[in-house]
């Protein structure tokens, strides 16, 4: 499972201060608030793109990973006779292939940004931009985000696509709600691990949070295999964590398993957690911010 | 200096060794910290077969048991790399901070400096991991217990670290050439270790010449499990091929050696 | 001195990259116990020229010889007799203290562990570093850092010390510190020192040589005076008279540049090829009460400046 924690690139978020930086803090040319999320997306775009053989080696590490995968699933569901969990051969192909897709799209393995700079006591440079940090931060994900659709996303569903009998998602309806599904996913994880990092406002060393936060988010998004798979208990523990709202719901929908009104319940799930998550960032951001204060940073 | 034995040979990287491991274990909540992180992806690691036994009985001609043979040497194998050589791929770090350069002044060869520059003494979790399911496996299984068999599984473990050794070792090699490239060998390296953990016979047959012939991890687990279990092997598994492990060994070092051949020529500006 | 006792010796050394020449056709040779100052703008070739002699770059042309080795294929005896000091990265163990780097690299270079406690024990005492020991190095600050560096590249007694950069970013007196420590060095050992630095102040402290290199070519190899009279630079007198006086531009082998205040501060400039201090000060104080007096010596890089000028139009 680890094997896939070196394969996204090491590639920090973005420099929080740069691109807040790039906002002006005199009001004489105050943006709005969308043209300037806008311009940190776009602008976390692009410096994430300059990393072009980087996306390169992740087209490689993503199509043997996902050559192996294909195999294990196909020759699991051979042997069954039936599908299962809602998987049929094509289903799992699909997953497989889609899984690959958005590995590098949603930020699964965290980023150590915003940590560091807590740490280092340069938050407190994006406490004074007019631009409240966490929606800063996310927008530059975004960015971020798009580039790898773009860039690793593509090729490994054309891969998918053209090597394997693969299902394509059913319906137009599945298209757009697998869109949806797509950036609400990328919301969640980053707002998960927003919070994680935001915990070094009160903890020395957040190391084994942040272990703990990868292997059990994982195993229980539905990465190596479907959360339908899991014994019943597992599957239990799955639902109740956000971890599937970052990976196997997004999946499911575009993969086709998922269809009609269930569609709808899927992305109700992300919309809870991805509101959760990033309310509890804003709480936790402005504990911090308070902590900071009072501690003279 | 005329007669140097082979201990006063290896002191300096046994004192190497020694400072690396000394520097991990100064911080002793962060160091078991890591050792439990290990030991939770050796466990998700193991998940991922229990869970696919969970909904079927055998996969790819295995039953649970032998896969977890075969995930257990694959596992064992590759700790072990990893723990003493798996920074290599990281080798663009160390030209960045100046450290090869460094290395090159010192009066040792610049591939066994770099190998002892680091010990990942907490890989040691995922290491007891595999030697647990191992225990597991070997018990349950219904093994022909001979002398022979037990030679088998310590061939397999030290060929399959080996192997894995040299896999690292080409990956730092290649490092030279590549910038940002590290992903890139993880394909083989990570990628590798992974088919090691699979039944070959998931595999289509191309994919299967890959993993035996050209990246033999084939080698490290699935080939001698089969011998080991006296299962019926298929047309590519024969079992005398089990004892084959130390020569693919050989073969993944050939081309380690290539590799790290031509990438430091390639950072010393030689042969153009 | 023979071609075989050199510590360097180079010959139409040449190191090319992709298009450009980095090193174009350097020679010279450095006899042992000399104290040789590289100096250079940045990217002028120096550290290739150093990786060279090190065995860390392959020459593209040319001949080149450390310790009468060849250093890439003989890399690692090279590297038993030359220590090298790198001023931007550390050759230590940040993570552990002080004495544990010493006590590896002893193992490194195969001393047994009461030559490396001897070796450690009196450089440790040369260069003030006792209360260090038990720090780990990345406490330590940077005049501390590199009084250790020197100390590591000095703990197999190698016969060739090469610096590279190594008073960056330190503060006057740890400057100094390092400077008399190096003369003690050279004085009481005979090693060699092969310096590159952009401050001045080494090398006039630590060389009696000095090699300007100017993109990847030797433009200058002779004494700091020489190099200061070679490009026409002069020295300049700063006199401070009791009142104020009338120009003084009579004052044989000196030149007025400049009158202050009324003339109660005159600047001399004077070749030091054609009189002294000595002289043109008894001329002026043999007419006027004098107060006060400086000298300024030639800005070096002013003097560099001019040697790539010059170098340039050759």
Request: aromatic share 8%; with cysteine.
């Amino acid at each position: 499972m680890v094997h896939d924690v070196r394969h996204v690139p090491n590639v920090p978020l973005l420099p929080g201060a740069v691109l807040l930086g790039s906002v002006p803090l005199c009001a004489r040319a105050r943006p709005t608030v969308v043209k300037t999320f806008w311009l940190l997306v776009r602008a976390g775009f692009r410096r994430h793109s300059t990393y072009r053989l980087a996306l390169l080696a992740g087209m490689t590490t993503n199509s043997v990973f996902g050559f192996i995968r294909a195999s294990i699933l196909l020759a699991a569901l051979a042997s069954a006779g039936t599908s299962i969990g809602g998987y049929d051969a094509p289903t799992a192909i699909a997953f497989v292939w889609w899984g690959q897709a958005l590995l590098g799209t949603v930020n699964l393995w965290g980023f150590a940004e915003v940590k560091d700079r807590v740490r280092t006591g340069d938050i407190a440079v994006d406490f004074l931009r007019p631009i409240d940090p966490q929606l800063a931060y996310l927008a530059g994900d975004l960015g971020r985000a798009g580039i790898n659709l773009i860039g690793r996303g593509l090729p490994a569903i054309l891969l998918g696509a053209l090597l394997f009998d693969m299902a394509p998602p059913p319906s137009a309806v599945s298209w757009a709600a697998g869109a949806v599904s797509v950036l609400l996913a990328v919301v969640v994880a980053f707002a998960g691990n927003f919070v994680i990092n935001l915990l070094a406002f009160w903890l020395v060393e957040i190391r084994g949070i942040t272990l703990l936060w990868m292997i059990t988010g994982g195993l229980l998004c539905g990465l190596y295999l479907p959360v339908p798979w899991f014994p019943d208990w597992l599957r239990t523990v799955a639902h109740w964590s956000p971890f599937p709202s970052m990976l196997q719901n997004p999946i499911d929908i575009l993969a086709g398993r998922v269809v009609g009104t269930d569609i709808a319940s899927a992305v109700a799930v992300q919309v809870f957690w991805a509101l959760a998550l990033l309310g509890l960032g804003q709480l936790v951001l402005r504990a911090g911010r308070r902590r900071l204060e009072v501690q003279g940073g | 200096m005329a007669d140097v034995t082979l201990t006063e040979r290896l002191r300096p990287y046994r004192v190497l060794l020694a400072s690396r491991a000394r520097a991990q274990m100064q911080y002793r909540t962060s160091f078991v910290t890591d050792i439990l992180g290990t030991v939770g992806v050796g466990l998700a690691e193991f998940a991922e077969v229990w869970i696919i036994f969970h909904n079927v009985d055998i996969l790819g001609g295995l039953d649970f048991t032998s896969a977890m043979l075969v995930f257990a040497l694959s596992n064992l194998a590759f700790s072990l790399a990893d723990m003493f050589v798996g920074h290599l791929d990281q080798l663009p770090r160390y030209i960045r901070a100046g450290q090869v350069d460094a290395f090159y002044v010192r009066p040792l060869p610049l591939l066994a400096q770099l190998m002892t520059s680091d010990l990942s003494l907490r890989r040691i979790g995922r290491l007891s991991v595999a030697l647990v399911v191992l225990t597991v496996a070997l018990t349950r299984a219904d093994i022909d217990w001979s002398p022979a068999t037990v030679a088998l599984i310590v061939l397999t473990v030290v060929s399959g670290t080996a192997i894995f050794s040299a896999l690292f070792t080409a990956a730092g090699g290649l490092q030279f050439f590549l910038v940002d490239g590290a992903e890139f060998t993880n394909a083989f390296t990570y990628g590798g270790s992974y088919a090691a953990q699979q039944s070959q016979q998931v595999f289509p047959d191309p994919l299967r010449i890959f993993w035996t012939f050209v990246v033999p991890t084939a080698f490290v687990a699935y080939i001698p499990a089969v011998a080991i279990l006296d299962l019926p092997g298929d047309h590519l598994t024969p079992h005398w091929l089990a004892w084959c492990t130390p020569l693919a060994a050989l073969l993944a070092w050939g081309i380690a050696g290539l590799c790290w051949r031509l990438g430091t020529r390639h950072y010393q500006g030689a042969g153009g | 001195m023979s071609i075989d006792s050199a510590i360097i010796e180079t010959r139409d050394l040449v190191r090319e990259f992709k298009k450009t020449r980095a090193v174009d056709r350097m020679t010279f040779s450095v006899a042992p116990g000399e104290a040789v100052g590289y100096i250079g703008a940045n990217g002028a070739g120096k550290s290739t020229t150093i990786k060279m002699l090190t065995g860390i770059l392959k020459p593209t042309a040319g001949h080149v010889r450390t310790c009468g080795l060849d250093p890439m294929r003989q890399r690692v005896e090279v590297a038993r007799r030359v220590g090298v000091v790198f001023g931007q990265r550390s050759q230590l163990w940040w993570d552990l203290p002080l004495r544990d780097s010493f006590a590896i690299l002893g193992a490194i270079h195969r001393l047994d562990d009461q030559a490396t406690r001897a070796r450690t024990d009196l450089l440790v005492e040369q260069l003030e570093m006792g209360p260090q020991l038990g720090t780990p190095v990345r406490s330590l600050s940077l005049g501390q850092r590199m009084r250790a560096e020197i100390a590591a590249a000095l703990l197999h007694s190698p016969e060739l010390l090469i610096l590279d950069e190594p008073t960056i970013g330190l503060d006057v007196l740890s400057k100094q510190r390092l400077r008399e420590f190096l003369v003690a060095e050279r004085r009481e050992r005979g090693t060699t020192l092969l310096l590159t630095t952009h401050d001045m102040g080494d090398i006039e402290r630590l060389c009696d040589r000095v090699l300007v290199v100017d993109h990847g070519r030797l433009a200058f190899d002779g004494t700091l005076t020489g190099l200061a009279g070679t490009v026409g630079a002069q020295r300049v007198l700063v006199i401070d008279l009791a009142a104020p006086t009338a120009d003084l531009d009579d004052v044989p082998g000196a030149t007025l540049v400049e009158s202050e205040s009324d003339g109660l501060r005159q600047r001399l400039a004077f070749d030091a090829e054609s009189t002294t201090v000595a002289a043109v000060l008894a001329h002026v104080s043999s007419r006027h009460e004098v107060r006060d007096l400086t000298i300024e010596e030639p800005d070096i890089e002013d003097v560099v400046r001019l040697i790539y000028a010059a170098s340039s139009r050759t």
